[in-house]
């Protein structure tokens, strides 16, 4: 079945240092992956998406994620994290079998401290 | 974001009552869906829509109905609404394709209507 996997339900980090949200995906081929952020009170907001191409994605507000296909894994990543990128971050991946659909991740609650 | 609204955005309501959420997008989007997050468990998937004559089921449909009035319009409902519904439920749109022609799979999240029933 096709799945993403967000080990950790927290991550915190130092306001300044550089932070990693992993992600992990089961499927079949190609994958095509996803962040999104979810603020307080708010929907969820596209950061950015890996189709094809350079395995270094970069989206809003800084953040990048590296696709590594041995690995599986598609992490999000900002060189210097900011109080206010405090939040809940989801991965995502499209559902192969109905790509009109996406299969999102349990969530990472990302808390940066100053 | 702003292109796609959602109301109530908090309603209580108590068990057995039938209860609408609407959404409402001018992103111009064909496509429409309607999801229900839970702590620790993401986004759930209940209906979508690629138009107005076609209404998909998702993950969990069970309990739920939609209506889809006009491209612009998808509304959710819980015909008779019980306490284990109580979540979080946001509507999202998305278009076919991009800017540049290409398929296009990211979807825009309206805001989310906090819904309890007691």
């Known amino acids: 079945a096709q799945s993403v996997a967000q080990p950790e339900d927290q991550v915190n980090v130092a306001e300044g240092n550089p932070l990693t949200v992993k992600c992990t995906y089961s499927v079949s081929g190609n994958p095509y992956l996803f962040w999104y952020v979810q603020y307080p009170n708010r929907g969820l907001q596209f950061l950015l998406k890996?189709?094809?191409?350079?395995?270094l994605v970069k989206g809003s507000y800084g953040f990048e994620a590296e696709f590594n296909k041995s690995q599986t894994s598609f992490h999000l990543k900002k060189p210097s994290a900011l109080v206010s990128d405090s939040a809940l971050y989801f991965c995502?991946?499209?559902?192969?079998?109905?790509?009109?659909?996406?299969?999102f991740g349990t969530g990472t609650r990302l808390q940066v401290f100053p | 974001d702003a292109d796609v609204t959602q109301t109530p955005r908090n309603r209580i309501t108590k068990t057995g009552k039938r209860i609408m959420l609407e959404c409402s997008q001018t992103k111009g989007h064909d496509r429409m869906y309607w999801y229900r997050q839970d702590p620790g468990l993401g986004l759930q998937l209940i209906y979508y829509s690629f138009d107005v004559k076609d209404i998909n089921k998702g993950e969990i449909s069970d309990g739920y109905s939609v209506s889809r009035q006009a491209q612009a319009k998808f509304s959710l409902s819980l015909e008779s609404a019980i306490p284990n519904q109580t979540a979080l439920y946001f509507c999202?749109?998305?278009?076919?394709?991009?800017?540049?022609?290409?398929?296009?799979?990211?979807?825009?999240f309206g805001p989310g209507t906090r819904l309890t029933v007691t």
């Open positions: 995502a991946v499209r559902d192969k079998g109905n790509t009109d659909k996406l299969i």
């Open positions: 890996y189709i094809t191409g350079d395995n």
């Open positions: 999202a749109t998305r278009p076919p394709r991009d800017r540049g022609g290409t398929p296009s799979y990211e979807q825009y």
